[in-house]
């Protein structure tokens, strides 16, 4: 297994292959980052490690290097996660301390939000930041399924019109290339009639989502009361809901089901999700939101009116509430 670079590397049985690329990085921290060096370390290391064990061979000595390197750096790895939540977390009390103390703050201006925030410089830095995460996570922690466009493919009719809350810079509301390409429909209440309407009140993430979807029509304003009732077939509700307290979440909920003629679906984070303290110090409002978010949607519920479903798209992941309304 020399991986392109013959003779740098000795051979490595296939359970050792998989944490070679931790070994590399250990290996050029340790030296001074030539192959030659580190294949000696290698070697070294290997020898020491099997006198001293008494192991009847190299590849038993391969393997304890292996899994006290991979302990080592997972060690390494929380402590660096917590060390860094700290740091946001003294950041945070900082900033309201010092900068802003006495300036009221609507939730969706929490500077907290993903450690950035949603408005100003750090909003725009926020917003740049935004498609590298999304697809981070949606490659590492949901298995390469691209949440989004698997319910505009199979949920959403491709006659709907959509109304998209909460919108960001725009992934939940591009999604629908298809749609959203279709210009121009009668149903939407603007002069210029879109399939596709992305809301949001973060100025600085509307300014990236209008670089990306142009097509797509997105307007500042708030998801909590924005819009005619009745003005779309579908309003949708992406991941947001955890980005705001308990009576907010509820009033997105009852607005959505007042835009929309026939459903309102929200997406959001597994309820029994256990977050990490470093996605705790950017999540202001998660913990409540994990706490009661089932609660939220029941509430907004009419059993006369819509009928609820509840799908697992990613298990212990992403979890929909699909309110479909009653003809």
């Avoid at 199979?154 to 810079?169: E, F, K, M, N, Y």
Wanted: with cysteine; hydrophobic share 40%.
């Amino acid at each position: 297994a020399n991986l392109g670079w013959p003779g740098c590397f000795p051979p490595l049985p296939g359970a050792e292959m998989r944490t070679l690329p931790l070994l590399i990085i250990g290996g050029c921290l340790l030296h001074d980052g030539s192959c030659a060096s580190f294949h000696q370390f290698w070697r070294r290391t290997q020898q020491k490690h099997a006198q001293q064990r008494r192991c009847p061979s190299t590849r038993a000595a391969t393997k304890y290097i292996l899994t006290k390197g991979v302990q080592d750096v997972a060690r390494m790895g929380v402590a660096t996660n917590n060390g860094i939540a700290a740091v946001f977390e003294w950041e945070h009390a900082r900033a309201y301390r010092y900068e802003r103390y006495g300036v009221h703050h609507t939730y969706w201006d929490d500077p907290r939000i993903h450690n950035f925030g949603n408005v100003g410089w750090r909003g725009l830095l926020h917003a740049l930041v935004v498609p590298v995460a999304t697809h981070a996570i949606d490659r590492f922690a949901y298995s390469g399924i691209d949440v989004r466009k698997v319910i505009h493919d199979t949920i959403v009719p491709r006659t709907a019109s959509v109304v998209d809350l909460c919108c960001g810079i725009g992934f939940s509301s591009s999604s629908w290339d298809w749609l959203a390409r279709l210009s121009w429909v009668v149903g939407l209440n603007h002069q210029q009639k879109h399939r596709v309407v992305g809301v949001d009140t973060s100025e600085q993430m509307l300014a990236i989502a209008r670089l990306r979807r142009p097509e797509v029509r997105f307007i500042q304003a708030n998801a909590e009361e924005w819009g005619e009732a009745g003005c779309c077939d579908v309003a949708t509700v992406m991941f947001g809901m955890h980005e705001m307290p308990q009576g907010a979440r509820r009033r997105v909920l009852r607005n959505a089901l007042r835009l929309a003629r026939q459903t309102v679906l929200v997406v959001d984070i597994w309820p029994g999700f256990t977050p990490s303290p470093m996605m705790l110090s950017g999540e202001p409002f998660v913990i409540d939101y994990l706490e009661h978010i089932d609660a939220d949607v029941e509430a907004v519920q009419e059993p006369e009116v819509c009928d609820l479903e509840v799908v697992e798209l990613v298990p212990e992941h992403v979890r929909m509430w699909k309110l479909s309304k009653r003809v």
